[in-house]
């Protein structure tokens, strides 16, 4: 797992593959908290109450933190269903 403090606001998180996941709200804990607007939830077309509230990624699948980025272990569409809800 990659130093989860060199995370901030408003980094973009990337799966492995490249594949834009989600920004970064804040870090809470060793989990990476998504904004609302930009959940990956919303933008695989979730409906109902799944979408519109935060999603956090864990800092396990934290590969590297590199410029303004998050770089996951997993690509993309494994990464989203590791998801973790408030």
Do not use: P
């Not at 990956?40 to 933190?65: K, P």
């Amino acid at each position: 797992m990659a130093d989860l403090s060199n995370i901030r606001e408003h980094m973009e998180v990337i799966g492995a593959d490249g594949v834009h996941v989600g920004t970064v709200d804040h870090v809470e804990g060793d989990r990476i908290k998504l904004t609302k607007k930009d959940s990956t939830a919303q933008i695989e077309g979730a409906e109902g109450g799944h979408s519109g509230h935060h999603h956090y990624i864990s800092g396990g699948l934290v590969a590297e933190v590199e410029g303004d980025k998050v770089r996951l272990s997993a690509n993309a569409d494994v990464a989203v269903t590791f998801e973790e809800e408030e």
